[in-house]
């Protein structure tokens, strides 16, 4: 998807079949354990599976056509004796125009392979911030 495309409630869009939608994104969130890219992404389109609007449904075929051009790309994880552990984690500072909320994320790699990702929405507001 691209940087400059940012999504919103839109509550004034056209509204279209929710349970289509949630077809959609379910089968996008399936695909992260292989695609770990799209996860951002996905986990934006995923918030507004309860009332979806057309705009929301056009950046989801978006996602859809990045994985049509990109069929060889994946995770592969092959068999060594590397078991070293790194982790990585940012976060951004109020970077949602709707509620002011931060988001956070993390990713961990065993062996200098990825394992594990997370992506979350903060639940409360933040006041300050501190960055390491």
């Known amino acids: 998807m691209s940087t400059n495309h940012k999504i919103f409630a839109d509550p004034d869009g056209e509204p279209v079949d929710h349970k ?16 770990p890219d799209i996860m951002f992404a996905t986990s934006i389109c995923a918030r507004y599976q309860v009332a979806p609007m057309l705009s929301h449904l056009t950046a989801v075929k978006q996602i859809f056509k990045y994985i049509k051009g990109t069929k060889a790309m994946g995770l592969w ?21 709707l509620d002011r909320k ?10 200098g392979r990825l394992v594990s990702w997370s992506s979350k929405k903060q639940n409360c507001v933040a006041l300050s911030s501190a960055e390491a």
């Open 20 to 35: 289509i939608y949630q077809g959609m994104i379910c089968s996008l969130l399936y695909l992260t354990t292989s695609i």
């Open 77 to 97: 994880y092959p068999v060594e004796d590397n078991f070293k552990l790194q982790a990585f984690t940012d976060a951004d500072h109020v970077r949602c125009r």
């Open 102 to 111: 931060s988001t956070f994320g993390g990713c961990h790699f065993v062996g």
